[in-house]
C-alpha cells in the first residue's frame, strides 16, 4: 500500500511516520517553503505557528492525559517534544525550531518516507490523508468544498466560553426556555439574571477588557454576522441587552419577575457537565475572559471548561461527513485528520494523525471511549449538535464515572485519567495481538 499525505503539519508527519512503521510507504506534501500560509515563518514540518507550549503536561488537565497516551503508543511527535523539552513548570513547552528539525530528522531518515514541497489542488490517487490544517491553501481548500459541499466546510471558528456545570451557582441561575413557563417542561437553556447596576458594570469592563489582537487575515470574520460579544458592548450601552443579554420570554422564578438582562447557557455535551455561554464568542484575553466573565451573576466561581476564541480556521463538520474511522463517507479512500477535521490544538492534532495513520492500517477495534484519543476521534467523528465548533480536548468529552470520588473534581479527573489509562492499556494489547501497534 501506499498512502498520500496532504500537509506536513503537526497531524500529517504523525500520520506518515504511523504509517511508515506499519511498512506503509507514504508520499507527504507540503506546500512550504514554496507557498507559505498567513502564520507559517519557516519551511520546515510540524512548525508550531503560536505558543510553544503544548500546554499542561500534569494528569489531572486533559491534555496531560492526551500526551501521556499518545506517549504509551508510541508517537513520533511526543517523542520529538520530550526530547526538545525546555522548562515550563507543569507545562510542556518546547524549542520549536529543534522540535521541528527533530520531525524533519524522522521524516527524512526513513526511507518508506518521501517527502515533496509541492502545493497539492488535486486529490492524488489512492489512498490519502488530508492534513491541510486550519490555513489550508485555497486550492485544497476548493477541492475539499467539492468533496464534503460548501455546507460542511467553515472557515473561522468563534468560540464561546464553556463551563463546568457543578461551578455554577445554582442559586442565581435557573433553568429556564425563553416563553416556555409551564412547570415542569425540560428546560434547555441555564439563566444568569443581571440587575440594572450588575448589566452596566459588567459592560463597563467588557469594553475595557484586555483583547487579542486581529490579524490580517482574520479581519473578514467580523464581516460574516458574528460579533465578538466585547465588540456588540462597543456599539451601545444596551447593545448587549437587546442582543445575546435580551430578558424577553424569561421570568426569573426567585423574584418571579424579568431581570434587567440574561445571560444565557447551553449545554454542550450530552452528560451535561459542560455549558456554553450562548452569543459569547470573544477575542478577549484569556485571563480577561476569567475576570470580566467571572462577574456574570451565578459564574462567580466558575471553571473554564474552554474559552472562548475567534480565528482564521478551516474545518469540515467532521461528524457529518466523515465516519468513525475519520473516512470520507462518500469516497473512503479518503481520509481527514488534524485541525480541519474540527478539534483544536497542538496536541489534539498530532493525537489526530495518529489515529488517521493507525486508522490507515486498518485496526478494526477503535480506541475506547472513555480514553483521551477515543474522545478525540469520537469529537470529531460523532457529535451530535447543530452548531459544530472546534474543541481541545477536556473532561467534558469524556464518559461520567459510574462512582465519584471523594475529594472533589481533582480527585475525579484523577479518576477519570486512571480510568483512561487502564482502557487504553487494554486496547494497546489488543492491538499488540493484532501486531498493530509493533
Ligand atoms: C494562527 C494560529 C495560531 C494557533 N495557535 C495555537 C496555539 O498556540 N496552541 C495550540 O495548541 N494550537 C494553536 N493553533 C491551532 C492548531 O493547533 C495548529 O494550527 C496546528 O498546527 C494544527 O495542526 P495540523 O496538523 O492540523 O495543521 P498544520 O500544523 O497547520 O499543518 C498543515 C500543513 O499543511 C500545509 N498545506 C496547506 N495546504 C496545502 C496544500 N494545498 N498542499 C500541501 N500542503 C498544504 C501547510 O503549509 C501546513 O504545513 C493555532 C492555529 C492558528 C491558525
Given at each position: 500500500m501506499k498512502v498520500?499525505?496532504i ?5 500529517g508527519?504523525?500520520?506518515a ?7 506503509v510507504?507514504v508520499v507527504?506534501?507540503?506546500m512550504?517553503p514554496?507557498?507559505q500560509t498567513?502564520?507559517h ?6 512548525e508550531l505557528v ?5 500546554r499542561?503536561?500534569?494528569l489531572h488537565?486533559a491534555p ?8 504509551r503508543c508510541g508517537?513520533?511527535l511526543?517523542?520529538?517534544a520530550?526530547?526538545c523539552?525546555?522548562?515550563a513548570?507543569g507545562a ?7 522540535f521541528?528539525?527533530t520531525?524533519?530528522?524522522m ?5 518508506l518516507?518521501k517527502?515533496?514541497?509541492?502545493e ?8 490519502v490523508?488530508?492534513?491541510?490544517g ?7 481548500t476548493d477541492v475539499?468544498?467539492d468533496?464534503?459541499g460548501s455546507d460542511?466546510l467553515?472557515?473561522y471558528d468563534?468560540i464561546?466560553p464553556v ?11 435557573f ?5 416556555e413557563t409551564?412547570?415542569?417542561a425540560?428546560a ?7 440587575t ?7 459592560v ?9 489582537s486581529?490579524r490580517d ?5 467580523h464581516?460574516q454576522g458574528?460579533m465578538?460579544?466585547e465588540a ?5 450601552e444596551?447593545s ?6 435580551k430578558p424577553?420570554?424569561l421570568?426569573?422564578p426567585?423574584t418571579?419577575s424579568s ?10 455535551n450530552l452528560?451535561g457537565t459542560?455549558?456554553?455561554l450562548?452569543?459569547f464568542?470573544?477575542?478577549l ?7 470580566i466573565?467571572?462577574m456574570?451573576?451565578?459564574?462567580e ?7 472562548g476564541?475567534?480565528?482564521r ?6 461528524p ?8 470520507l463517507?462518500?469516497m473512503d ?10 478539534i483544536?490544538g497542538y ?9 488517521a495513520?493507525?486508522l490507515?492500517t486498518g485496526?478494526?477495534v477503535?480506541?475506547?471511549l ?13 457529535t451530535?449538535?447543530d452548531n459544530y ?15 465519584k470520588?471523594?475529594?472533589?473534581r481533582?480527585?475525579?479527573r484523577e479518576a ?6 487502564e ?10 495481538v493484532?501486531?498493530?501497534s509493533k
Amino acid at each position: 500500500m501506499k498512502v498520500s499525505v496532504i500537509g506536513a503539519g503537526l497531524a500529517g508527519c504523525e500520520a506518515a511516520l504511523q504509517l511508515a512503521k506499519s511498512g506503509v510507504e507514504v508520499v507527504l506534501y507540503e506546500m512550504r517553503p514554496g507557498k507559505q500560509t498567513p502564520a507559517h515563518t519557516s519551511g520546515l514540518p510540524a512548525e508550531l505557528v503560536c505558543s510553544n507550549s503544548l500546554r499542561s503536561d500534569l494528569l489531572h488537565n486533559a491534555p496531560g492525559l492526551l500526551k501521556e497516551e499518545l506517549r504509551r503508543c508510541g508517537s513520533f511527535l511526543m517523542k520529538a517534544a520530550d526530547k526538545c523539552k525546555i522548562p515550563a513548570g507543569g507545562a510542556l513547552a518546547v524549542d520549536r525550531d529543534e522540535f521541528s528539525k527533530t520531525v524533519l530528522e524522522m521524516l527524512s531518515s526513513n526511507k518508506l518516507i518521501k517527502l515533496v514541497n509541492e502545493e497539492v489542488s488535486e486529490i492524488p490517487d489512492g489512498k490519502v490523508i488530508i492534513a491541510a490544517g486550519p490555513l489550508a491553501s485555497k486550492a485544497i481548500t476548493d477541492v475539499i468544498t467539492d468533496l464534503t459541499g460548501s455546507d460542511s466546510l467553515y472557515f473561522y471558528d468563534a468560540i464561546a466560553p464553556v463551563v463546568d456545570f457543578e461551578s455554577i451557582n445554582m442559586d442565581k441561575a435557573f433553568f429556564q426556555n425563553r416563553y416556555e413557563t409551564e412547570e415542569g417542561a425540560a428546560a434547555d437553556y441555564l439563566n444568569c439574571p443581571f440587575t440594572k447596576e450588575e448589566y452596566f458594570d459588567f459592560v463597563k469592563e467588557l469594553k475595557a477588557g484586555e483583547r487579542v489582537s486581529t490579524r490580517d487575515f482574520e479581519k473578514e470574520i467580523h464581516f460574516q454576522g458574528c460579533m465578538p460579544v466585547e465588540a456588540i458592548a462597543d456599539s451601545g450601552e444596551m447593545s448587549l441587552a437587546f442582543g445575546p443579554m435580551k430578558p424577553v420570554g424569561l421570568i426569573d422564578p426567585r423574584t418571579n419577575s424579568s431581570s434587567f438582562a440574561v445571560v444565557q447557557l447551553r449545554m454542550e455535551n450530552l452528560a451535561g457537565t459542560a455549558w456554553n455561554l450562548v452569543g459569547f464568542q470573544t477575542k478577549l484575553t484569556y485571563s480577561e475572559q476569567k475576570r470580566i466573565f467571572r462577574m456574570i451573576p451565578g459564574l462567580e466561581k466558575a471553571e473554564f471548561v474552554r474559552l472562548g476564541s475567534m480565528h482564521r480556521n478551516t474545518f469540515i463538520n467532521g461528524p457529518t461527513v466523515l465516519d468513525k474511522r475519520l473516512q470520507l463517507r462518500t469516497m473512503d479512500r479518503i481520509m481527514f485528520a488534524g485541525q480541519i477535521t474540527g478539534i483544536e490544538g497542538y496536541i489534539e492534532s498530532i493525537a489526530s494523525g495518529y489515529l488517521a495513520g493507525k486508522l490507515m492500517t486498518g485496526i478494526d477495534v477503535l480506541p475506547p471511549l472513555d480514553t483521551a484519543l477515543g474522545a478525540v476521534l469520537r469529537y470529531s467523528t460523532d457529535t451530535i449538535t447543530d452548531n459544530y465548533q472546534p474543541s481541545n480536548i477536556n473532561y467534558g468529552l469524556f464518559p461520567p464515572l459510574k462512582k465519584k470520588p471523594r475529594g472533589g473534581r481533582r480527585a475525579r479527573r484523577e479518576a477519570q485519567a486512571n480510568r483512561a489509562l487502564e482502557s487504553l492499556g487494554k486496547w494497546l494489547a489488543d492491538l499488540d495481538v493484532l501486531s498493530f501497534s509493533k
